[in-house]
């Protein structure tokens, strides 16, 4: 889910302490990684899918970590994420989250891949508008294969 109300905020530290930014993924809160193979995505499902669910407002409110591993900007109210992905993990249970790696899934916003001491102006007020298909290219870019609107307004 692209979160571009935080782009100002997270752009340059994201490009020096966050591979993907480089390769061209947005200020994102992740939704299912890893998903299908792109040729095997059937984007009716997917809009079905999300068909019932609602725009909404959260805020990007704590600096948090994963151990020593992941630096990250924790959204508020968590809940919707977390419905998102348990939707989307029931109906592709053949690509469990992270591959499986991982009992709980907490939404974030990765910043970078290891401890950042981090000095951002929080809370960042964003609405949740759509959830984006992406896709990496041969050359190991991403580019935005399809978004699906969320329906209404937050």
Do not use: K, N
Not at 11 to 40: C, K, N, Q
């Amino acid at each position: 889910m692209p979160v571009p109300e935080a782009e100002p905020a997270v752009s340059e530290l994201r490009l020096e302490h966050d591979p993907t930014a480089r390769l061209g993924v947005p200020a994102h809160i992740t939704i299912l990684y890893p998903f299908a193979p792109p040729d095997t995505v059937d984007e009716t499902s997917v809009a079905e899918l999300l068909a019932p669910f609602r725009a909404f407002p959260f805020e990007l409110s704590s600096v948090e970590r994963f151990g020593e591993d992941v630096t990250f900007l924790a959204p508020r109210p968590a809940q919707p994420f977390v419905d998102l992905i348990a939707a989307v993990t029931e109906r592709w249970p053949e690509y469990p989250p992270y591959e499986g790696t991982v009992d709980t899934v907490v939404p974030h916003l990765t910043l970078g891949y290891r401890p950042l001491d981090v000095s951002i102006d929080l809370p960042i007020a964003c609405v949740a508008r759509e959830v984006t298909l992406i896709e990496e290219d041969d050359d190991g870019r991403w580019h935005a294969r399809r978004g699906f609107a969320l329906q209404g307004v937050a």
